[in-house]
Every structure is written in C-alpha cells, then in structure tokens.
C-alpha cells in the first residue's frame, strides 16, 4: 500500500473536507482513536468503490515488479 500512500491520504482528506467524516465519526478507545459505527457505515462503502482502482494499480505495480525481478535472475 506504500506506493498509494498520498493517494490514499488525498482521499480522505477530502471525505473531511466534504464533510462526509465528521469528528462525531469517531471515539476513543484505550488511547486508540476509531470509527464509529455511523462513520463506518458512511467510509467502507466508499472505501471499497475507491480501492478498485487501487487494487489494479497495485496488481499492476506488482506483476512489473514480479517481470523485473525475474529478468535479474536470468541476467544473474
């Protein structure tokens, strides 16, 4: 998930910014800060439209890096 990290950070900092997440979203749980079931019911649904393309992008990432890594062995 690395390589999405600013993507990841951008997307929900909109959320916030569109007031879709709000602070009332979230309690503290033995000095854990989480969603709470309203904020859940409002973040996973977009969250999983959101990680379709993330996921390819991710596949994708991968098997180049598979290709790369195993054209070194054959150099090798």
Do not use: I
Request: with cysteine; glycine share 2%.
């Amino acid at each position: 998930m690395e390589p999405l990290r600013p993507r990841l950070d951008r997307w929900v900092w909109r959320l916030f910014r569109q007031r879709v997440l709000l602070p009332e979203h979230f309690v503290w749980d033995k000095g854990a800060c989480l969603l709470n079931k309203e904020g859940r019911q409002k973040f996973y649904p977009r969250f999983e439209v959101a990680a379709r393309l993330w996921r390819r992008y991710l596949r994708q990432q991968s098997y180049a890096l598979a290709k790369e890594l195993t054209a070194m062995e054959v150099v090798k």
